[in-house]
C-alpha cells in the first residue's frame, strides 16, 4: 500500500491573541485529494491548517495544525516514511516577528507589525526526496502564470506541479470548483476544462499514479 502526504488549507499566523495574518483558502482541495487517493487504498496522512472540514474515509490519518511552523514540523517528520506528497495547503510566507501577549487595544495611534519568512516546505522536502519518492506542489498565480509554475518547480526540486491562476472564474480559493494545468518536470503540460474539486482531484491523483513507483 502506498503512503501518501498531503496537506491542506491555510495557516494562521499569530499576531496577538485574537489577531491572525491568514488566507482564504478552506482546504477542500487538499480534503478531495485525500479522499480521492484513500478510495484508491492508499494510506493517507492528511495535515490541515484551520478549516471546518471533516474527511469522509475514515482511514484517513487528519492532523490539525495552525501555523507554518507546525505544519513545516510534521511535514518534515512524516515525509520520510511515505512514497509521495502532494503539498496544496496555502502556507503563509510570513510570520510575525514578535506575537503580542496582549490585544493591541484601537486607542494605539500607529501599529507597524515587523514580519520574518516562515520556513519552505515544499523547498524542505524537495531536498530530503528520494529518487523513490513523488513530491508534487501547488501554484495559484495572479501573474505570468506559466513561467511562475515553471520556475517553482524547478526551484523547490517537485515532480509535477498544479497551476490555478485567480484569473480564471471558479477557480482559486472558496470555491467548490477549479481549472487546473499540471505540469511536470519533463515539460509535460495537460490543461483541464473547470471541473468540481472532486474531478480536479481525480485528476491530480491520476497524474500521482503515473508517477509513483
Not at 483558502?25 to 485529494?33: C, D, E
Not at 478510495?39 to 471546518?52: D, K, Q, T, Y
Not at 528520494?130 to 517553482?152: H, I, M, P, Y
Request: net charge neutral.
Amino acid at each position: 500500500m502506498q503512503r501518501i502526504l498531503i496537506t491542506a488549507g491555510p495557516t494562521f499566523e499569530p499576531i496577538d491573541p485574537v489577531r491572525f495574518l491568514g488566507n482564504h483558502s478552506t482546504g477542500k482541495m487538499g480534503f478531495a485529494i485525500a479522499e480521492v487517493c484513500a478510495n484508491e487504498g492508499a494510506e493517507v496522512i492528511l495535515i490541515s491548517g484551520p478549516v471546518s472540514l471533516e474527511t469522509k474515509n475514515k482511514t484517513i490519518k487528519l492532523i490539525r495544525v495552525q501555523t507554518a511552523a507546525e505544519m513545516y514540523a510534521e511535514c518534515v517528520n512524516i515525509f520520510s516514511s511515505c512514497n509521495a506528497a502532494i503539498l496544496s495547503a496555502a502556507v503563509a510566507d510570513f510570520s510575525p516577528l514578535e506575537t503580542l501577549s496582549k490585544k493591541v487595544k484601537r486607542e494605539k495611534s500607529d501599529w507597524s507589525i515587523t514580519f520574518k519568512p516562515t520556513k519552505d516546505i515544499a523547498a524542505e522536502l524537495g531536498i530530503l526526496k528520494t529518487k523513490s519518492q513523488v513530491l508534487a506542489g501547488f501554484a495559484l498565480e495572479t501573474d505570468n502564470e506559466l513561467n511562475n509554475a515553471k520556475e517553482k518547480l524547478k526551484r523547490k526540486n517537485l515532480d509535477f506541479i498544479v497551476l490555478n491562476s485567480m484569473n480564471d472564474e471558479g477557480a482559486g480559493f472558496g470555491t467548490d470548483t477549479n481549472k487546473i494545468s499540471i505540469i511536470d518536470k519533463n515539460n509535460n503540460i495537460d490543461k483541464f476544462e473547470l471541473k468540481s474539486k472532486q474531478e480536479v482531484a481525480v485528476d491530480i491523483v491520476n497524474k500521482l499514479i503515473a508517477l509513483i513507483k
